[in-house]
């Protein structure tokens, strides 16, 4: 009997688990337990979801403070320590839109600022240049979307990301506008990304008044979020250490920093 045959033997039932003696060779059932498709009436009683859809759910008060906000306002600025979410949340919320087909396109910009020294030339065009400070954006960017997908949305001009010194002059409309390390802003850059606001469109500030890499007294963002907290179609969301989902070191550090 050649070995297909047998398998098919099996298969069908054909074999007996009692002419065996040792009773290691059992039938296999002919109906899977097992499908990739929704089933009704299961061992489990409910329709199990097989594919697998990262969702993103607040983890703190503040973060669902956030989230609520982002919905309901068209101009946010999430100010907290590091390690809140401010960016993640930001950028999440951006692609969410995207793929809902709420707006038509994701603008986010940063500061091409040292974090306290130098680095010297770097080598290459502008975009070669630009992207050891933007990276932390393709990161976040690349844990919502594959990064195969990102370089399609970008190519296409679906997702742009451009330093402040970019904005100038534009109006950035059917877009979703995340403006991030803005504790790096001075309050004239500031007002100059404000004032991109168009039709349509969303924006959100992210930053940390406390870590800016300006000389002191040049940031912008304290100043800007406190004049903000008078407008009510405005919303100033203020993080707090409680909100920290990093390692729960870094909330003790920045007690004691």
């Known amino acids: 009997m050649t070995k297909r045959a047998c398998k098919r033997m099996v298969r069908e039932g054909a074999f007996d688990t009692d002419q065996f003696e040792d009773g290691k060779v059992r039938r296999l059932p002919v109906e899977r337990g097992w499908s990739p498709y929704p089933q009704s009436g299961g061992a489990q009683g409910d329709d199990r979801e097989q594919g697998y ?11 669902k403070v956030l989230v609520d906000a982002i919905d309901a306002k068209n101009l946010v600025l999430a100010l907290g320590p590091a390690g809140t979410g401010k960016t993640y949340l930001a950028i ?4 969410e839109a995207l793929e809902a ?17 130098s680095i010297g030339y770097l ?19 690349s844990d919502r979307l594959s990064m195969k997908r990102v370089r399609a949305l970008i190519s296409e001009g679906a997702i742009e990301i451009a330093p402040v010194g970019y904005m100038r002059g534009r109006t950035l409309n059917n877009a979703f506008v995340v403006i991030d ?24 500030v992210t930053g940390d008044p406390h870590q800016s890499d300006l000389l002191p007294g040049l940031s912008g963002l304290a100043d800007v979020a406190e004049k903000f907290e008078a407008v009510s179609n405005i919303a100033v969301v203020r993080l707090q250490d409680v909100d920290i989902v990093r390692h729960p070191l870094v909330a003790e550090m920045l007690g004691v920093l």
């Open 181 to 204: 390390e803005a504790q790096n802003c001075t309050y004239g850059q500031l007002k100059m990304l404000l004032t991109r606001l168009g039709w349509n469109s969303t924006m959100v």
């Open 53 to 63: 859809l990262k969702t993103i759910k607040p983890k703190s008060i503040g973060q």
């Open 101 to 117: 087909g709420k707006i038509g396109r994701i603008v986010l910009s940063r500061p091409a600022i040292d974090a306290g020294e």
């Open 92 to 95: 999440a919320k951006a692609v």
């Open 123 to 141: 080598p290459g065009d502008v975009e070669d240049k630009l992207a050891p400070y933007l990276r932390p954006l393709y990161d976040a960017l």
